[in-house]
């Protein structure tokens, strides 16, 4: 139906005899080598006294079948190579089924030697009793080939299979010689293969053998992308209108390319037209590939127009570009100097681009991107001075990539500033973007820059859970209770935050691990002020600072403030359990202060709490050992009766 869509051209002629590598160079060293032919001077005597091919009974050749089966059964290689030699060496062949697992067996090895001793043999029987050999079997051997990542054997074989009519249908070995060309460059090898299996096709009506669409593109990218030929192309094309195939996107695709390179414009046209005759909507292929040709021919200007023709057509709306084209737009601009160029064309791109594409789907970030993963972030930073330099508004996709890639780099101080310039343009980050510079600024330490972004993203960001607990984590795991202090005053009356008693417990812990007291003291202070309600890890943390710094009474007055707030209703009031039982205990032992030692003990066993008498009276004996009752008992009558309560609480001889 689409024949006459282009002009039709005078049908290749394909030669019946296609050139097949000499098979034996190959198989070095020597694996069924031709014998030279001796030369003309020899001796004819020599000639007569040659000994004559043994020619192999019945029994024999059984003998040499039940062999080679053993050989397989027991992967005996070499014995299973040997009998079949024997065998065909005397004109015999095994069983078809033995012949076909000697070859899948040989295939299935991974050293080179039995690699092409399966070659051999199978190129061996197509060559000589191509009725025992199995398609599956030639599809294992071309598998192997792929892993052993080698081209010319598999070429060689297909090869020899069009020469001896061994025809096996295209659907079953047309995709792994394509891999294979893939692999290896041999593109341009896989356009010849494909070009005698068209012709088999057609001049010999086996529609079987006809190559599919992949294979035509990839037959159309050895013309186009690899020849640069119209004529080869466009035969290509031909071939595929006899066989009654359809070009896809792909296809055009690389038409445009070639196209595009040689400067056709009238047929680049043409071919859009196409494409709309047969339906084909998404352009992206046939722009993307327009723009490689364009830039491969240094037609700059027109690579500029087909971007921004793409935008037109889509309404404003990215042409979602993949990241080697631009990459191939910038490297080509690049070799002419063409920051101006690309500064122009992202203004241009801004003008058009549709007000609800999103910033890193736009032309722009494309652009940048591609500076930045080409690593000509100096580049990037150019074009974004030139398009100030111009009086173009500059767009968010513009800083993206940068500031990603100073992200990356951790060089935050650089970013921190380019985020102010970006907030000074009326621009808006996003969280996302807030959350991974924050990140990137903690862990390099730059805790300054940190706090910077987040006052920024309290402007304009609603959710700021996430990046708040990347700062309070990281100054508690860099033990910077002060920067965590001063953070919090600052940011805790803010609604989003949600500041709660544990955030400031994390604070006075960190100030009493690192034995600064007097900050604790402050931090809980202004905790309370705050109306935040302390709770037992608040007081555990106080407590465990005092009895560091040796200052018992601060533990003395913690108690008068806690047994206020005990409740035998665990519901309400502190949780006072075993832990601030037995921190209270052994703090205010070491204090001496046992009136409140003991009603600690009357609180615990009112509220009905273990308390492990033995560790007290090891404490009272550390730090009391030399305390009289009797000399308390001139000086304090009721610190005497509140020694002697302990002391018989502990089990201590009052």
């Not at 097949?20 to 001077?41: D, E, G, N």
């Not at 046939?286 to 935008?311: H, N, Q």
């Not at 910038?330 to 058009?352: H, P, R, S, T, Y």
């Not at 009356?493 to 003291?521: M, Q």
Request: proline share 3%; hydrophobic share 40%.
């Amino acid at each position: 139906m689409w024949r006459g869509v282009f002009p039709l051209l005078r049908r290749r002629s394909f030669s019946t005899t296609p050139e097949i590598p000499t098979l034996y160079s190959f198989l070095q060293p020597t694996i069924f080598a031709l014998k030279k032919t001796p030369p003309s001077t020899t001796n004819p005597a020599t000639t007569t006294n040659r000994q004559t091919p043994k020619i192999l009974t019945q029994d024999h050749i059984t003998n040499l079948e039940s062999t080679l089966h053993k050989s397989l059964i027991t992967n005996n290689t070499n014995e299973a190579w040997a009998s079949f030699k024997s065998l065909t060496s005397n004109s015999a062949f095994p069983s078809k089924s033995l012949t076909n697992s000697l070859i899948t067996h040989l295939s299935s090895l991974n050293d080179t030697i039995n690699l092409k001793r399966a070659f051999a043999s199978i190129v061996y029987v197509i060559e000589k009793n191509p009725k025992s050999l199995d398609f599956e079997t030639v599809q294992l051997f071309l598998g192997s080939m792929v892993r052993a990542n080698t081209a010319a054997p598999a070429f060689a074989l297909i090869k020899c299979m069009f020469k001896n009519r061994f025809f096996m249908p295209f659907r079953l070995w047309g995709d792994i010689l394509i891999e294979i060309s893939r692999k290896n460059d041999k593109v341009i090898a896989f356009l010849k293969v494909f070009e005698e299996s068209c012709r088999i096709a057609i001049d010999e009506k086996l529609d079987f053998m006809k190559p599919d669409m992949d294979a035509c593109n990839v037959a159309l990218e050895g013309c186009c992308c690899e020849l640069e030929s119209v004529s080869e192309a466009e035969k290509v094309i031909e071939t595929m209108s006899v066989l009654g195939i359809k070009p896809d996107e792909l296809s055009f695709g690389f038409l445009a390319y070639l196209y595009a390179l040689k400067g056709f414009q009238d047929k680049i046209i043409e071919l859009n037209g196409l494409m709309s005759g047969f339906g084909f909507s998404n352009k992206r292929l046939f722009f993307s590939y327009l723009i490689r040709g364009y830039v491969k021919s240094g037609s700059f200007e027109a690579v500029s127009e087909t971007i921004l023709r793409s935008l037109r057509e889509q309404g404003g709306l990215d042409m979602n570009f993949s990241e080697e084209t631009y990459c191939q737009v910038v490297k080509g601009f690049m070799k002419d100097g063409g920051i101006k160029g690309l500064a122009n064309l992202i203004i241009e791109a801004q003008k058009l681009e549709s007000a609800t594409i999103a910033a890193d789907k736009s032309t722009g970030f494309g652009i940048i991107s591609a500076c930045v993963n080409l690593r000509l972030s100096d580049k990037a930073h150019s074009i974004v001075d030139e398009m100030d330099a111009q009086g173009g508004s500059v767009g968010l996709g513009v800083f993206l990539p940068i500031l990603k890639a100073y992200c990356k780099e951790y060089r935050t101080a650089e970013a921190t500033q380019l985020v102010m310039d970006i907030s000074n343009k009326g621009l808006q980050l996003d969280e996302g973007s807030y959350d991974a510079l924050i990140e990137a600024s903690m862990t390099s330490q730059d805790f300054q820059s940190a706090f910077t972004l987040f006052r920024d993203m309290r402007e304009g960001i609603a959710e700021l859970k996430g990046s708040y607990l990347t700062i309070m984590t990281g100054l508690m795991e860099k033990q910077r209770p002060e920067l965590m202090a001063a953070f919090l005053d600052e940011i805790v009356e803010d609604p989003r935050v949600e500041v709660k008693t544990h955030d400031w417990n994390s604070i006075i812990h960190a100030f009493c691990k690192a034995g600064r007291l007097e900050d604790a003291k402050r931090t809980f202070r202004r905790m309370t002020f705050l109306q935040f309600e302390p709770n037992d890890q608040t007081y555990l943390s106080l407590i465990n600072g005092y009895v560091t710094a040796e200052k018992y009474f601060g533990v003395l007055m913690l108690w008068n403030e806690v047994k206020r707030k005990v409740s035998l209703d665990k519901e309400k009031g502190i949780k006072f359990d075993q832990s601030l039982v037995d921190a209270f205990l052994y703090a205010m032992v070491k204090g001496g202060f046992f009136d409140a030692v003991m009603q600690v003990v009357e609180k615990s066993q009112e509220m009905k709490i273990f308390v492990d008498k033995w560790r007290y009276k090891q404490a009272f004996m550390e730090s009391h050992k030399k305390l009289k009752v009797s000399k308390l008992r001139k000086r304090n009558f009721r610190k005497m009766e509140a020694l002697i309560a302990f002391k018989n609480w502990v089990g201590l001889n009052a």
